[in-house]
């Protein structure tokens, strides 16, 4: 971890460099290579902001050396992904396919036509892209088809009855 400036933090590691503006107010050291993060009062404005910061700087680290990933279900019939070189390709219902690019620092797996996996250093960027590939067809509650997170419950509804 470097500082460049006042307000800013730098985390370097194995899958890349990721770089933060933070309250010039809050203090970052390194301690025998453990990051300390301490605030100058304990006022409720601080408190909040050192809580905030000691996140994004432990998010920051945990993303340069393991990285974080976003799982997408695909659920109904016809309805799948597949990749076009580093693009995503979602047919999910539409008359087209929706195509969507990664972002710099993000990539797309597809292990299976169902399975759609955001993979990336911010984890910011990552929850994103995914809440974005989401967003092409949100689950429907009747039938429940459409695109959901790992692990997301679908209320569903009972429909029209004759």
């Given at each position: 971890?470097?500082?460049?400036?006042p307000?800013?933090?730098?985390v370097?590691?194995p899958?890349?460099?990721?770089?933060?503006n933070?309250?010039?107010?809050?203090?970052i050291?390194?301690?025998?290579?453990t990051?300390?993060?301490t605030?100058?009062?304990?006022?409720?404005?601080?408190?909040?902001l050192?809580?905030?910061?000691?996140?994004?700087v432990?998010?920051m680290?945990?993303g340069v050396?393991?990285?974080?990933?976003?799982?997408?279900?695909?659920?109904?019939?016809?309805y799948?992904?597949a990749?076009r070189g580093?693009?995503?390709?979602?047919s999910?219902?539409?008359?087209h396919?929706?195509?969507?690019?990664?972002p710099e620092g993000i990539?797309?797996e597809?292990?299976?036509?169902?399975v759609?996996?955001?993979?990336?250093?911010d984890?910011q960027a990552?929850g994103e892209?995914?809440?974005?590939?989401r967003k092409v067809?949100?689950?429907?509650p009747?039938?429940g088809k459409g695109?959901?997170?790992?692990?997301e419950?679908v209320r569903?509804?009972?429909g029209?009855r004759a």
């Amino acid at each position: 971890m470097s500082r460049i400036g006042p307000g800013r933090v730098q985390v370097n590691g194995p899958l890349g460099e990721l770089s933060q503006n933070v309250p010039q107010r809050i203090k970052i050291e390194k301690d025998e290579g453990t990051l300390v993060v301490t605030r100058p009062t304990e006022r409720g404005e601080d408190r909040a902001l050192h809580g905030l910061t000691r996140s994004l700087v432990a998010n920051m680290v945990e993303g340069v050396t393991k990285g974080f990933e976003k799982r997408l279900e695909i659920q109904g019939v016809g309805y799948r992904a597949a990749l076009r070189g580093t693009d995503l390709e979602l047919s999910v219902g539409y008359s087209h396919p929706v195509t969507i690019k990664p972002p710099e620092g993000i990539s797309f797996e597809v292990p299976e036509p169902t399975v759609v996996i955001v993979k990336g250093i911010d984890k910011q960027a990552v929850g994103e892209i995914a809440a974005q590939v989401r967003k092409v067809r949100p689950p429907e509650p009747y039938k429940g088809k459409g695109i959901r997170y790992e692990g997301e419950y679908v209320r569903r509804k009972v429909g029209k009855r004759a």
